[in-house]
T-cell receptor
Framework: AQRVTQPEKLLSVFKGAPVELKCNYS??????LFWYVQYSRQRLQLLLR??SRESIKGFTADLNKGETSFHLKKPFAQEEDSAMYYC????????????FGEGTQLTVNP | DTGVSQDPRHKITKRGQNVTFRCDPI?????LYWYRQTLGQGPEFLTY????????KSRLLSDRFSAERPKGSFSTLEIQRTEQGDSAMYLC??????????????FGPGTRLTVL
C-alpha cells in the first residue's frame, strides 16, 4: 500500500532562514510526487510536482528514490510562506487518487 | 468564480440523519474526486469519477456513503444514518483528462460536516 509520512506537524523558522519540510513515502512502483499548500482561509492548491522539476515561489523538491524522500526546500523563507504543506503521491501518471501525508504547518516569524 | 464550488459550506446535523453535499467542478473537467479530511490529518481519498462513471472507491466509503455524478457534471455525496465519526471536512476536486503526465487536481472550499 502507498503511504506518505511527514514527520513534523509543526515547523517554525525566522524570516530569511532556510527551510526544509520533510516527506517520506512508501510505494513499490514509480510514484508521482507533489507538494500541495493551503494558505490561511484559502483552498488546497498545487505548489509543485516532481515531474516538472520546477521551482515555484522559490521552493524546490528533489525526489530521492534511494531514500524514498521528497523534501521541500527554500533557501530564504518569507512570512508569506506561512501555511499548511501537504506532500502527496499518485501511483500513475494518468492522474488517479492522491495519497496525502498528514501535513506540516509552517510558520515564518518576522 | 470559475473554480470548483461546493454546497453547503457548513452542515450541522444530528446523529442518524441523512445529509447530501453537492460539488460543481470546473466546467471542462471530466474527472471529479471526493476526499475527506479530519482534524490534524491530510485529505483521504473517497471516490473518483470520470464523466458519469464511478471508477474507484476507497474502503473508507462504507455502505452508508453513496456518490453520484449523473450527467457527468455536478456530483453529490450522500451520507445516510450519520455518525459522530463522520464529522469532517469533505473536499471535492476536479481535473481535466489531458494527454501526458499527471493532471493537476483543483480543490473546492470544502463542506464542513458536524454530527451532534
Amino acid at each position: 500500500a502507498q503511504r506518505v509520512t511527514q514527520p513534523e506537524k509543526l515547523l517554525s523558522v525566522f524570516k530569511g532562514a532556510p527551510v526544509e519540510l520533510k516527506c517520506n513515502y512508501s510505494y513499490s512502483g514509480s510514484p508521482e510526487l507533489f507538494w500541495y499548500v493551503q494558505y490561511s482561509r484559502q483552498r488546497l492548491q498545487l505548489l509543485l510536482r516532481h515531474i516538472s522539476r520546477e521551482s515555484i515561489k522559490g521552493f524546490t523538491a528533489d525526489l530521492n528514490k534511494g531514500e524514498t524522500s521528497f523534501h521541500l526546500k527554500k533557501p530564504f523563507a518569507q512570512e508569506e510562506d506561512s501555511a499548511m504543506y501537504y506532500c502527496a503521491l499518485t501511483k500513475e501518471t494518468s492522474g488517479s487518487r492522491l495519497t496525502f501525508g498528514e501535513g506540516t504547518q509552517l510558520t515564518v516569524n518576522p | 468564480d470559475t473554480g470548483v464550488s461546493q454546497d453547503p459550506r457548513h452542515k450541522i446535523t444530528k446523529r442518524g440523519q441523512n445529509v447530501t453535499f453537492r460539488c460543481d467542478p470546473i466546467s471542462e473537467h471530466n474527472r471529479l474526486y471526493w476526499y475527506r479530511q479530519t482534524l490534524g490529518q491530510g485529505p483521504e481519498f473517497l471516490t473518483y469519477f470520470q464523466n458519469e462513471a464511478q471508477l474507484e472507491k476507497s474502503r473508507l466509503l462504507s455502505d452508508r456513503f453513496s456518490a453520484e455524478r449523473p450527467k457527468g457534471s455536478f456530483s453529490t455525496l450522500e451520507i445516510q444514518r450519520t455518525e459522530q465519526g463522520d464529522s469532517a471536512m469533505y473536499l471535492c476536486a476536479s481535473s481535466p483528462q489531458l494527454a501526458g503526465p499527471y493532471n493537476e487536481q483543483f480543490f473546492g472550499p470544502g463542506t464542513r460536516l458536524t454530527v451532534l
